[in-house]
């Protein structure tokens, strides 16, 4: 079993920044790919920033250029700098590593985290 424990959420101004973390532990032989999703109030959850064990970035069009994404392999940690913030980006932020394997050989799993808010005032 898998564990993602989230941090850095809370309560910012707009054009403030936030910075949050996201640690996974468990069993983990490796995770392929770990970002960060959103979803707001009446909304799907979407996709925010996602980095590849190989350092491969996706962002989500209205984050790029404010937010960064940064991985360590190592410690299975994800951070999200968000810069630049907007009332829009307000949210519940959701950790996410994507095919973890306990074992070479074993299956891939996906887990997520519980969330944490992120409101920015305008």
């Known amino acids: 079993q898998v564990q993602l424990v989230e941090s850095g959420g809370g309560l910012v101004h707009s054009g403030g920044s936030l910075r949050l973390s996201c640690a996974a532990s468990g069993s983990i032989f490796s995770i392929n790919v770990m970002g960060w999703y959103r979803q707001a109030p009446g909304k799907q959850r979407e996709l925010v920033a996602s980095i590849t064990s190989g350092g491969t970035i996706n962002y989500a069009p209205s984050v790029k250029g404010r937010f960064t994404i940064s991985r360590d392999n190592a410690k299975n940690t994800v951070d999200l700098q968000m810069n630049s913030l907007k009332p829009e980006d307000t949210a519940v932020y959701y950790c996410?590593?994507?095919?973890?394997?306990?074992?070479?050989?074993?299956?891939?799993?996906?887990?997520w985290g519980q969330g944490t808010q992120v409101t920015v005032s305008s």
């Open positions: 996410y590593a994507g095919v973890v394997r306990a074992t070479p050989w074993a299956p891939g799993t996906d887990y």
